[in-house]
């Protein structure tokens, strides 16, 4: 199916769609082969709290961003390439149900639908293209994946010390290797995760003994500031762009942009959709 709407104009026409509500601050999408598969509202886990997104599943990366108005403006695009995703389910904790995480090598996060439904829809049609690009490309799916970031509120002290109280001034860290929320001194070194980035990324003590001992012959970059920070900026939200993105409105919105429009409506607008897996 997918193969069939890979020149189709209605396919074309989609992905200039998507391509628009994006406008300037989104990239072009629209290239040879690329299948917009399908489309939905998921809650994604983001460092302080779940925040609505609209994703877009294509054959090839899976594209989301910030609702600006649903359906017709989103901003603050992400594009993760397929090739190197991987899924894992989540059972229902509490008021988070519907989840799977989302792992790459860069960034792995959390993600919740409506219903179990709609779950087990994105995660077949997500694993369905997965497995596609792999058996097209050769290619063996990587198996370091970033690790999920502990959301800042579970974390009211140093899950490494277990002594330092966050504050204003105390501020969360979270380490790169193992995604606990850590304290400055606990998160004082840092330390080349070569899935991630070229540039040595902040990591807990007991990640960076772990690693130093597996490694010993890589290059490590300790700091050594007094006051146990790390230089050059950290922001500790770097990798979670998408963060402040949620003002006017949106969280207004957010209740009925969760409760995905059901799969016949979607189904509708992308008839793809509830093809592909079979
Ligand atoms: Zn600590
Ligand atoms: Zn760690």
């Given at each position: 199916m997918v193969d069939r709407l890979v020149n189709s104009e209605a396919n074309a026409r989609r992905i200039a769609m998507v391509e628009s509500c994006f406008?300037?601050?989104?990239?072009?999408?629209?290239?040879?082969?690329?299948?917009?598969?399908g489309e939905g509202v998921l809650t994604k886990m983001c460092r302080k709290k779940p925040k609505s997104r609209q994703f877009f599943l294509f054959n090839d990366i899976l594209v989301y961003g910030t609702i600006?108005?649903?359906?017709?403006k989103y901003s603050t695009q992400h594009i993760i390439p397929l090739e190197e995703v991987k899924l894992e389910s989540l059972d229902d904790d509490g008021p988070f149900r519907n989840g799977w995480l989302i792992c790459t090598a860069s960034k792995s996060f959390a993600v919740y639908a409506a219903t179990t439904t709609e779950k087990s829809e994105w995660m077949a049609h997500i694993n369905k293209c997965v497995e596609d690009l792999l058996r097209k490309s050769g290619k063996k799916p990587i198996d370091e994946h970033a690790a999920v970031w502990t959301p800042d509120s579970d974390a009211t002290i140093c899950m490494h010390c277990k002594k330092s109280h966050f504050s204003m001034l105390n501020r969360r860290h979270h380490c790169?290797?193992?995604?606990a929320v850590v304290c400055g001194p606990c998160s004082s070194k840092k330390f080349v995760l070569a899935h991630q980035s070229l540039k040595p990324v902040r990591v807990c003590l007991t990640c960076y003994d772990t690693l130093t001992k597996r490694k010993i012959s890589e290059p490590v970059f300790p700091e050594s500031k007094a006051d146990g920070t790390i230089a050059n900026g950290d922001s500790s939200g770097e990798d979670d762009s998408d963060e402040e993105a949620n003002h006017n409105g949106i969280s207004s919105t957010r209740e009925e942009n969760t409760k995905w429009k059901s799969m016949e409506i979607e189904a509708k607008i992308l008839p793809c959709w509830s093809a592909t897996v079979c």
């Open positions: 406008g300037s601050s989104g990239q072009m999408l629209a290239v040879p082969g690329r299948v917009l598969v600006l108005i649903s359906k017709k790169r290797k193992c995604g």
